[in-house]
Nanobody
Framework: QLQLAESGGGLVQPGESLRLDCTTS????????MGWFRQVPGKEREGVSC????????YYADSVQGRFIIYRHGIKNEIYLQMNDLKPEDTGVYYC??????????????????????WGQGIQVTVSS
């Protein structure tokens, strides 16, 4: 069974850092695209950062470029999102997501779509003073 599970969320103050972890089971992530999406009440789900393994490619939303880093643990089939200099507008429920690579969709399109075929359960990140 294909599964994703997030961990590492919580409450932090503006300017602080958090790392989100996404563990996987049941598939080989090399042939998938994966990403982090966030949902805020009253707004559409948005892609924050996404990663493709072959070739190694990353995408970041403009709002997090230069502050967030997405990377993969090659052996464990896990992905991480290092979030630095967090801002109150980064608050939301963060979801790890994945889907098989599609020839008709590049990484940026996947991330900006806000949609995916497989989702984790989501984890809350709150940035507040």
């Amino acid at each position: 069974q294909l599964q994703l599970a997030e961990s590492g969320g919580g409450l932090v103050q503006p300017g602080e850092s958090l790392r989100l972890d996404c563990t996987t089971s049941g598939f080989t992530s090399d042939i998938w695209v994966m990403g982090w999406f966030r949902q805020v009440p009253g707004k559409e789900r948005e892609g924050v950062s996404c990663i493709e393994m072959r070739p190694m490619t990353t995408y970041y939303a403009d709002s997090v470029q230069g502050r967030f880093i997405i990377y993969r643990h090659g052996i464990k089939n896990e992905i991480y999102l290092q979030m630095n200099d967090l801002k109150p507008e980064d608050t939301g429920v963060y979801y790890c997501a994945a889907q098989p690579v599609r020839l008709d969709q590049n990484l940026a399109s996947y991330c900006r779509s806000g949609d995916s075929s497989l989702w984790g359960q989501g984890i809350q990140v709150t940035v507040s003073s």
